[in-house]
T-cell receptor
């Protein structure tokens, strides 16, 4: 099993450009999460989903949108990228909200 | 909002010394999880605690969950260079689907 796969792994964007980060899991997990990791800030929850067709805001949702049209995929969109969105983005999934989360390898995004 | 605070942010120890990181939540948690992230890697699950006052051990690692289910700790006995990395606690506040992470404690071990 591949587990949790994130694409792309690296990306450089210009300010104002848009992009979508894809997270795919093959473990039939219900819960999926998007986090951003910045030095000294830990992992901050952007958006999460408790099942197909549902999404909810996390701690830092501004500037991001998400969709969960299929159970195995969780997309994170940046409509108009800003330098403050330069970060490492991690996707994670879990079978239920009370079970361990499995993380993808991360996407390093730089906005110039 | 709901917060999970973790201290210290950094810890440098000599190999063989003990290490402890502490985690505190502003709200009651359904459970607390601990993860380890090696430099350049992604967080990897270590353990989950669910019951009030629970204590679990994994070899040299001891995990505790507070009686009020608002705080937790990870203690490593006799650190080794393989323990290097960042340790995160993560909690699920009651009645939400969120999994909130602490800021992490980065452990450096001098051989």
């Amino acid at each position: 099993n591949a587990g949790v796969t994130q694409t792309p792994k690296f990306r450089v964007l210009k300010t104002g450009q848009s992009m979508t980060l894809l997270c795919a899991q093959d473990m039939n997990h219900e819960y999926m999460y998007w986090y951003r990791q910045d030095p000294g800030m830990g992992l901050r929850l952007i958006h999460y989903s408790v099942g197909e067709g549902t999404t909810a805001k996390g701690e830092v949702p501004d500037g991001y949108n998400v969709s969960r049209l299929k159970k195995q995929n969780f997309l994170l969109g940046l409509e108009s990228a800003a330098p403050s969105q330069t970060s490492v983005y991690f996707c994670a999934s879990s079978f239920q909200g009370t079970t361990e989360a499995f993380f993808g390898q991360g996407t390093r995004l730089t906005v110039v | 909002g709901q917060q999970v605070m973790q201290i210290p942010q950094y810890q440098h120890v000599q190999e063989g010394e003990d290490f402890t990181t502490y985690c505190n939540s502003s709200t009651t948690l359904s459970n607390i999880q601990w993860y380890k992230q090696r430099p350049g890697g992604h967080p990897v699950f270590l353990i989950q605690l669910v019951k009030s006052g629970e204590v679990k051990k994994q070899k040299r690692l001891t995990f505790q969950f507070g009686e009020a289910k608002k705080n937790s700790s990870l203690h490593i006995t006799a650190t080794q260079t393989t323990d290097v990395g960042t340790y995160f606690c993560a909690g699920k506040p009651s009645n939400t689907g969120k999994l909130i992470f602490g800021q992490g404690t980065t452990l450096q071990v001098k051989p």
